[in-house]
């Protein structure tokens, strides 16, 4: 039988952990190099070895490789992380973008089982976004509860608030679910704009992340050298951005993928067998909404400040730009495309004005040429040891 | 009384310049099932379109009356083009794909006018001042002042909703465009060439947001890059409260959301900031209850 | 097995002006193979779609063994054991054969969050056991076929694809299947091989009962015990194929002379 065969070939580690290597020079040299003709050189150097890739089936051999071993690629991913930071230590603005980065992660994992697992459309994660970081806000200015429950908060308010939108978006048409949430989003921004108990434009102070004793607002010192304390946040971000993607891995290989994948491709004949649209579908804009809440919160403190124009209807759809861009319903695209669409116009200032322009013209083009995104979503196929 | 008054024509003006966005949308949805989101942009294109025509005329000295055709021919012939030129690269090729990948990809380019306009449009970041062509003044009638441009505007874009109209359902055009709605596929076995009525229904549309925004921009004599994507948005749900793919709905939408925010303007004067906040509430709502609009699709529309 | 399984009485359908189904009395024996055939237009989709809860009836009133099923929604008349296949295709052909297959058994995995995300080994062991009966299910059809369970739908064949859809009907163990032009699109070859696998498929469930909708008559000489003529929404004969295609009221509905 096929899988056994395959089995008894040995299948290096080889080619994971060299992808990883890759993975972590790629995004220290992003972060390091000023120089602008530098980076520039870089960046077409990444799309070269991209295309080379895609070309020669690069991404399947390390797909395969990760697959036979799959304790080798987490621990070398996490070994890579610790060295990452470890060389970025001083570097507080980097490790600002990195944990940012890590953040848009989060949210966009959970975007992805909103749109590309249960195929709900949603132009308003900024929104979700931004109710986790003014919960964290209000939360810490009262002093009501330890920080871990904070940020909990800011995921389950994020899910209360989501849940008055869920009657308009179950109802089938896609483009009602689109409108609903883009009104929201909208009406968001309003809202917060003219309340003055919220701040207003001018936002709010947020205090920093302390939990259960250990104060991120501390600079770290080991083994002789100082860490800036955004490693504290990078470290929290990385954490909460790999639980994301986990979960995303596990309710993809279940049932409840399936069921997911079944209500976006064809509600009626789902329905015949059964299946409760209804209950997928809020289950799949939940888990989204929930993701999106934390990670705002966690913004929240790390950046000690928060105003209405950071989660405008502009950054949802930023956020859309990532989730298809890196190939919509696959978890694996998420990192990189949130590091090209939130590093790259940090590092290069000439076209920071555009990024918003850039951002649609390459979705159009994906879309029209590439609709599966960079990295096309997997075929499901479950591991399953025949008897 | 006055306020009142400016409250009633404020609202007239607002409800037009929705349900001339929204009759946009409703067409487009009507004749290819696709919600054409770049729609409120293009109006904004239209507008800057017209606002560089009568300043690059300017130095002419030209009578008001010529500046006001020259920004309407400019706005006209732009958004009618760029609407065209969208359907035809990008929106034709597309219609095959998920409805999600269509608007996504509307939403770009809407964004993409957008920022356009922002960067390209020299100070584009900020409003722009719009010159003020037509007559000054007014008259009083029983004790409330009406001013002649607001009056104007208001007729301006009613007959062009009345144009658009009794182009859909008088001419021969406005039946091919109907027959395509209906049912595409015998629409071409009829003879009707699909590729030449698409692009021609989407210029019709375009142009007409162009014209309202020639419109919005003589009404408060100051547009802004950004105008075109509130506009998009409350079209859109008008268009679906009305009844995607009915014109009449599409029309009654526009005028029910402006109703509904002047309602919240002249009753509670200190939620005015929340206007548009409350509006969307109570449209979500009534789309809740009748999701086929209140009016009713139009035929074409299939489930 | 004895006992009517699927009774229907007086069904009234009608879309805008058409009538298309007018007062049909319908019954379906426990066991039985049952054809339904009738002209184009007849209502025979019609009637599979009332059955199964796509379309609300105007009129009339439909059970189940002794379940009024007839304002039931889709999901629970598929519950209360009716399975069916469509006209035209209905598979997902991005995903697997297998996440096809499996939609038929929603109602016998577990879906809960606890059991999906925590419980991983639980989950393993039902998936393997659901993976077991789908390729058991597909080796009645074709053992190549089994092979075949983690290619994605769109790899396949449309005779497979059939194969597919029958198995997704049949994985949750339903009362009666109904099965709406099983070989549409096939050659005479390709029709009798799916009709020999219909046959075993009943040899395998002892107990299930079939109503097939087809135009091709061979077909359902071969395999029905008794067939229903259908025509402009009402039934006009029925009983065994060799009475039923020489009933001259069946042949004037099809061929249209007096």
Redesign the interface.
Known sequence: MRSGSKAMRSISAGPVLVAVIVCAVVVTTLVRIEDQKLLVVELAAIVIATLLAMKFGIADKVETSARHHPWIGRASIIVATLAVLSVLREDTFGLLMLATVLLYVTTCIGVTIQMGYAGLTNFSAAAFVGTGAYTAALLDARHLLPDPLILLSGGLVAVAIGSLLLLPVLRTRGHYAALITLAFGVMFNVFLDASDSLGGPQGLKVGGINLLGWDFSNDLHLFGYEFSFYVNYVLLASVVASLAMVLAAILDKSWIGIWLDAVRLDETTSAVFGLNIGRWKILAFTIGNFLAGISGAIYAKMAGFIAPNNFTLSDSLIIVSIVILGGIGNRWGVPPAALIVILLPEKLQFIQEYRLLLYAALVIGILVARPGGFLERRTRRFDLATT | MSTLAQHLLNGLMQGTIYGIVAMGFTIFFGVMNV?KFSHGDVLALGAFGSLSAVLSLQPLGLPPALQLLAAFAAAILLSGAIGALIART?IM??RE?P???M???T???G??LR??IR?FYPGGTNPQRYPELLPHGGFSVANVFVRYDGLILVFAGIASIALVHWVITRTRLGLAIRAVAEDSEVAQTMGIDFAKIIPVTFALGSLTAGFAGVLFGLYYSEINYGMG??LA?IG??AA?VGGLGNIWGAILGGYLFAGLQTLVVAAIPSLS??K??VA??V??ML??WR?TGLLGEGESARV | MTGILLECRGLTMRFGGVLALDGLDFTVNAGEVLGLIGPNGSGKTTFFNVVSGIYRLNAGTIHLEDSDITHSSPGSISAQGLARTFQRSRLNLSLTVFDNVVLGAYRQVHSGLWHNIVRRRAFHDEARRVASEARDLLAVFNVALADRLFDTADSLGMIDRRRVEICRALIGHPKLVLLDEPSAGMTIDETDAVMDEILGIRKAFGDLSVVIVEHEMGLIQRVTDRCAVLNYGKKIAEGPYREVSQDPVVRTAYLGHT
Do not use: H, K, Q
Request: glycine fraction near 2%; aromatic fraction near 8%.
């Open positions: 919600i990008l090729p597309l794909a409805p999600l990948n608007l996504l990809m939403m770009m380019v964004t993409v920022e356009g960067l994507l509130l948005i859109f749900s679906i900031d929340y548009n906040v969307f509430v449209v979500i789309m809740t999701p």
